[in-house]
């Protein structure tokens, strides 16, 4: 593995209005930098996730795929709101800061909704282009990290599939996304993916299995949920001084206890709730109070 000249060699970033592409970056990138230190993750699972990415990294350089049949792929499933896709972003540049290269990383994610077609092997054939061409051409040039979020939409569970619906196209495109994984995976030692779902009953099995590790990202616990209200709150403050009140210890202690059974992306957003709750406050930021946020929570909690 090269290690020296980090970012030497500029890489030509992928069309973006490509079908089946939503996003390209070159990295590191300071927006996934603060993605990573947003995200609150039980005990060392962020350093777990990390170590893992990048002893793959290491091992696919290095040793031959039919002795370690590593593809390179890490699949994170979880409820909605968790921080799959944010963590998967996170991650993406954390490995790309860990891991040097002659060339710069690259990271592609993958939109599979726009892969999707009604018309018969319409599907098969976006699927077909993304992974045999643009994806195969990119990682050629260089190492990358591919983001498949909601994978599942890509990589239907086949013997779920009814007849209706045009399944035979589901069925094709699933396998020539198959093909194209495992074509990609072995021609690409450089290449990593991260894959995120939140509903594995639908997801192929055949993905699974490729999977070299699958990490269930969990709701937040009391702590996680204290600190996740706290970074929301203290970004508010620092733009409403008058919410600092959110960031009073006994009243975030209270607010965590409040908060169990909610996702990180609802606790994040009772900040915001809390700030339109009482009509006297209206609206204003500035005014908000705790008993706000602590009742905003209870609401939430009882959905
Ligand atoms: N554990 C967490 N720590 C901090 N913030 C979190 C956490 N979980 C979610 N969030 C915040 O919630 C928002 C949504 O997160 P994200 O989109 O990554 O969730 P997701 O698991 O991908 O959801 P979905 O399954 O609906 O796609 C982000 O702004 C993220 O910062
Ligand atoms: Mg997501």
Same mark, same amino acid.
């Given at each position: ?19 089946? +592409? ?10 996934? @930098? /603060? !993605?990573?230190?947003? $995200? %609150? &993750?039980? *005990? ?82 976006? +699927? ?10 990119? @990682? /050629? !040039?260089?190492?990358? $990290? %591919? &983001?498949? *979020? ?154």
């Amino acid at each position: 593995m090269t290690r020296s000249l980090r970012g030497s060699e500029i890489r030509r970033l992928p069309d973006d209005a490509a079908p089946g +592409v939503a996003d390209t970056r070159l990295l590191p990138n300071d927006d996934f @930098a /603060a !993605a990573w230190s947003a $995200i %609150v &993750l039980p *005990d060392d699972m962020k350093q777990r996730l990390l170590r893992t990415a990048v002893a793959e990294a290491h091992l696919r350089a290095a040793v031959p795929f039919d002795a370690l049949p590593l593809h390179g792929v890490v699949l994170l499933t979880g409820k909605p709101g968790v921080g799959k896709t944010t963590v998967a972003r996170g991650l993406a540049n954390q490995v790309a800061r860990a891991v040097t290269h002659a060339a710069q990383w690259l990271f592609v994610e993958v939109d599979p909704h726009s892969l999707a077609s009604s018309s018969l092997g319409r599907s098969q054939r976006a +699927v077909e282009q993304l992974f045999g061409t643009l994806l195969n051409e990119h @990682a /050629a !040039a260089g190492p990358m $990290i %591919v &983001l498949l *979020d909601e994978v599942e939409t890509l990589f239907t569970d086949r013997a779920a599939l009814s007849m209706e619906a045009n399944p035979v196209d589901v069925h094709r495109a699933v396998d020539a996304a198959l093909v194209g994984l495992d074509r990609l995976a072995r021609r690409h030692p450089q290449m990593l993916i991260v894959a995120t779902t939140n509903f594995s009953d639908a997801l192929d099995p055949a993905l699974a299995s490729r999977a070299d590790w699958i990490v269930e990202v969990p709701l937040p616990d009391r702590a996680a949920r204290r600190q996740i209200l706290e970074h929301a709150a203290a970004a508010v403050a620092a733009a409403f001084p008058g919410a600092c009140r959110l960031l009073e210890p006994a009243l975030l202690d209270a607010a965590a206890e409040e908060a169990a059974g909610i996702d990180g992306r609802r606790l994040r957003k009772a900040v915001a709730t809390a700030c339109a709750y009482r009509p006297e406050a209206q609206g204003d930021p500035d005014r908000v109070t705790g008993q706000d946020l602590l009742a905003v929570l209870r609401e939430e909690g009882g959905h």
